[in-house]
T-cell receptor, first 113, second 113 residues
């Protein structure tokens, strides 16, 4: 089955700097890759997603890149703010049948003021 | 996303009791997914249901756990004879038809004493 790895497990950046989180997946049939942000005690919230027919997607300060050949995708957050502090999870799915997501273990991002 | 409702938000059960967790999907969503999250860990898929059907239960333990999504009413995740190891946050998510985006509820935090 699918296996998703995520690095780093923790990341501290200064406010205003950029943060990059990387994920790799094992199943070449996976074609949908969402990113979720989870604040302490809250629900995971979808922040951006990418499908396998695109290489990059941007939404204001957040971008995701996908390299299908290497089977990895990354989340980029620019101009980080303290409210970006949270745990970020990547996931992969085949998508065709609304299938379950396989999540990475998460990255705890701390943005220091 | 804010439309996925779960109750109760917190549930305390003694070992051996039953736990019933409810999930009402976003209005118009007919696909429901249940995930379990242990403290400081990622989300693990348990079961995927459509109205009146279990589509994929590959992540759900064979014993003591069951799930349903009846024609009317919320989806129910039922855990019989709970043990301490069942203590976790249980999240449900919903999606519209076979679209990719899954939106999460606020979770039920189960504590087994």
């Amino acid at each position: 089955g699918e296996n998703v790895e995520q690095h780093p497990s923790t990341l501290s950046v200064q406010e205003g700097d950029s943060a990059v989180i990387k994920c790799t997946y094992s199943d070449s049939a996976s074609n949908y890759f969402p990113w979720y942000k989870q604040e302490l005690g809250k629900r995971p919230q979808l922040i951006i997603d990418i499908r396998s027919n695109v290489g990059e997607k941007k939404d204001q300060r957040i971008a995701v890149t996908l390299n299908k050949t290497a089977k990895h995708f990354s989340l980029h957050i620019t101009e980080t703010q303290p409210e970006d502090s949270a745990v970020y999870f990547c996931a992969a799915s085949k998508g065709n049948y609304g299938q379950n997501f396989v999540f990475g273990p998460g990255t705890r991002l701390s943005v220091l003021p | 996303n804010a439309g996925v409702m779960q109750n109760p938000r917190h549930l305390v059960r003694r070992r051996g009791q039953e736990a019933r967790l409810r999930c009402s999907p976003v209005k118009g969503h007919s696909h429901v997914y249940w995930y379990r999250q242990l403290p400081e860990e990622g989300l693990k898929f348990m079961v995927y249901l459509q109205k009146e059907n279990i589509i994929d239960e590959s992540g759900m333990p064979k014993e003591r756990f069951s799930a349903e999504f009846p024609k009317e009413g919320p989806s129910i995740l039922r855990i019989q004879q709970v043990v301490r190891g069942d203590s976790a946050a249980y999240f449900c998510a919903s999606s519209r038809d076979r679209s990719y985006e899954q939106y999460f509820g606020p979770g039920t935090r189960l504590t087994v004493t």
